[in-house]
């Protein structure tokens, strides 16, 4: 509908509709000229009824088109009440109906009076009161307080009870010492305003510990944020706290330099952020996660020879006979190899990570271009003399790819050919001629 100021002489009310002005319009309740409102406005103004002489509201458009200038009352439009009753609307009153505390039965109540009634929740028996127009509209689902949860019952509604019907343990770890005179039974179960300590159950991760939760995410089924690295509780899940506990050495590790403000002490063990850490054996300086160091990945430098001494366990429980760092006598190439088997022509080498990359501390007698250059020349020597060369990079950890190296080596033995991931990790660095002289040793080399 039109609304804001009109256009004199075109759309204001007095230039459109003059006799109805001079005739009805109410100029003393009026804030408003009728020349200043438009004659389609939808908003309601004074106007004086020529029957009965009272002023009324009711729209402008509403009195332009209505025919007859009478107010409501005058023109018998007074709204009618429905006669029908409490009982005639709701089927199940004599269950809903608290008859004992109400002073009136329900057909003597219409159903959209104002009064306020006692009443009978059908599911939990609850007495609770409600005007009656409100327990006809909202129906039995939205109407007891108890069952919609604003009303605390013990022994109905509370959270333990309802824990307990569900077959939910939660409440059963309810920290009474730490909570001092709280208590669950004083709660809704989604109750969510406060958090309260819980006794954590999982005993073999982190030493015995309490942690605090809302009810409502301990009733929704969440666990102990200390166990679930998502928060830090010095003396438990710190890193010290837990090397401590399970007699590990990762702390020794810890580079202080360059970890900032982090230290063993206010980080958590397990999280998954890339820390800094400095071999206290070697002085090799790397990143990775706790949670890998806590799964045994090491330094990347001494894994080295954890993975030399693994492969000799290897062909030894095979009782296959083997050299290591064997040198060849007849100038095929002066440098050594960590593992030769004489009896197939077949060298091993386990490359850890310095081969890739230029590593701080490590080894400062050999650079990692000269590095490079003697594994270019071990290479393409080898392979032109017929010897069947295997290199495993570091990426296959001793601590956790045994299986994975133990294939690698038995199957290499077996049909004499480089596996194809091997020959794609070495491709990715351009520096090595090691893939492209192993897919040629590949090609050639028979079924």
């Given at each position: 509908?039109?609304?804001?100021?009109?256009?004199?002489?075109?759309?204001?009310?007095?230039s459109?509709?003059?006799?109805l002005?001079?005739?009805?319009w109410d100029?003393k309740?009026?804030?408003?000229?009728?020349?200043?409102?438009h004659?389609?406005?939808?908003?309601?103004?004074?106007w004086?009824?020529?029957k009965?002489g009272k002023?009324?509201?009711?729209?402008?458009?509403?009195?332009v088109?209505?025919?007859?200038?009478?107010?409501?009352?005058?023109?018998?439009?007074?709204?009618?009440?429905?006669?029908k009753?409490?009982?005639?609307?709701?089927k199940n009153?004599n269950?809903?109906w608290?008859?004992?505390?109400?002073?009136?039965?329900p057909?003597e109540?219409?159903y959209?009076?104002s009064?306020?009634?006692?009443?009978?929740c059908?599911?939990?028996?609850?007495?609770?009161?409600m005007?009656?127009?409100?327990?006809?509209?909202?129906?039995?689902?939205?109407?007891?307080p108890?069952c919609?949860?604003?009303?605390?019952?013990i022994g109905?509604?509370?959270?333990?009870t309802?824990?307990?019907?569900k077959?939910i343990?939660?409440?059963?770890?309810?920290?009474?010492?730490?909570?001092?005179?709280k208590?669950?039974e004083?709660?809704?179960?989604n109750y969510?305003k406060?958090?309260?300590?819980?006794?954590?159950n999982n005993?073999?991760?982190?030493r015995?510990?309490?942690?605090?939760?809302?009810?409502?995410?301990?009733?929704?089924?969440?666990?102990?944020?200390?166990?679930?690295?998502?928060?830090?509780l010095?003396?438990?899940?710190?890193l010290?706290?837990?090397?401590?506990?399970?007699?590990?050495?990762?702390?020794?590790d810890?580079?202080?330099?360059?970890?900032?403000?982090?230290t063993?002490?206010?980080?958590?063990?397990?999280?998954?952020?890339?820390?800094?850490?400095?071999?206290?054996k070697c002085?090799?300086?790397w990143?990775?996660s706790?949670?890998?160091?806590?799964?045994?990945?090491?330094c990347p430098?001494?894994?080295?020879?954890?993975?030399?001494?693994?492969?000799?366990c290897?062909?030894k429980?095979w009782?296959?006979?083997?050299?290591i760092?064997?040198?060849?006598?007849?100038n095929?190439?002066?440098y050594?190899?960590d593992?030769y088997?004489?009896s197939q022509?077949?060298?091993?080498e386990?490359?850890?990570?310095?081969?890739?990359?230029p590593?701080?501390?490590?080894?400062k007698?050999?650079?990692?271009?000269?590095?490079?250059r003697?594994?270019?020349?071990k290479n393409a020597?080898?392979?032109?003399?017929?010897y069947?060369?295997?290199?495993?990079?570091y990426?296959y950890?001793?601590?956790d790819?045994k299986?994975?190296?133990?294939?690698?080596?038995?199957?290499?033995?077996?049909?004499?050919?480089?596996p194809?991931?091997?020959?794609?990790?070495?491709?990715?660095?351009?520096?090595?001629?090691?893939?492209p002289?192993?897919r040629?040793?590949?090609?050639?080399?028979g079924?």
């Amino acid at each position: 509908m039109p609304s804001g100021t009109p256009i004199l002489g075109k759309t204001d009310l007095l230039s459109q509709e003059t006799e109805l002005v001079a005739t009805y319009w109410d100029y003393k309740n009026n804030k408003k000229k009728p020349e200043q409102v438009h004659y389609r406005s939808g908003t309601k103004y004074y106007w004086l009824c020529p029957k009965c002489g009272k002023s009324y509201l009711a729209r402008v458009v509403d009195r332009v088109v209505r025919t007859t200038p009478l107010c409501n009352d005058c023109a018998g439009w007074k709204s009618k009440k429905s006669n029908k009753t409490v009982r005639d609307v709701l089927k199940n009153i004599n269950i809903v109906w608290d008859y004992a505390n109400n002073s009136k039965r329900p057909e003597e109540c219409s159903y959209q009076s104002s009064e306020p009634a006692n009443w009978i929740c059908a599911k939990c028996g609850h007495h609770y009161p409600m005007r009656i127009q409100d327990r006809v509209r909202k129906g039995d689902k939205y109407t007891c307080p108890i069952c919609t949860n604003r009303e605390l019952k013990i022994g109905v509604n509370d959270f333990v009870t309802v824990c307990k019907k569900k077959g939910i343990t939660a409440y059963k770890d309810w920290d009474y010492e730490k909570n001092g005179d709280k208590r669950p039974e004083n709660y809704f179960p989604n109750y969510e305003k406060e958090k309260f300590y819980w006794h954590c159950n999982n005993t073999t991760k982190y030493r015995p510990h309490s942690y605090r939760m809302t009810i409502s995410a301990r009733y929704y089924g969440q666990g102990c944020n200390i166990c679930a690295n998502r928060e830090l509780l010095q003396g438990v899940n710190d890193l010290f706290t837990v090397c401590n506990d399970r007699g590990l050495d990762l702390v020794e590790d810890w580079d202080y330099e360059n970890n900032g403000d982090k230290t063993p002490y206010n980080t958590i063990a397990g999280g998954r952020t890339e820390i800094n850490w400095v071999c206290h054996k070697c002085g090799h300086h790397w990143t990775q996660s706790i949670h890998n160091r806590l799964r045994g990945y090491g330094c990347p430098a001494c894994n080295t020879s954890r993975a030399e001494k693994l492969i000799q366990c290897i062909l030894k429980k095979w009782k296959i006979p083997f050299k290591i760092e064997y040198s060849f006598t007849d100038n095929i190439t002066p440098y050594p190899f960590d593992f030769y088997i004489p009896s197939q022509r077949i060298l091993i080498e386990y490359d850890g990570i310095q081969h890739f990359k230029p590593i701080p501390f490590f080894n400062k007698s050999i650079p990692f271009r000269e590095r490079v250059r003697r594994d270019n020349v071990k290479n393409a020597c080898t392979f032109n003399e017929g010897y069947s060369l295997l290199r495993i990079p570091y990426i296959y950890a001793p601590e956790d790819n045994k299986e994975d190296i133990a294939k690698l080596i038995a199957d290499f033995i077996k049909t004499k050919k480089i596996p194809q991931e091997i020959i794609d990790f070495y491709a990715k660095y351009e520096f090595s001629n090691y893939a492209p002289l192993a897919r040629k040793w590949n090609e050639t080399t028979g079924d």
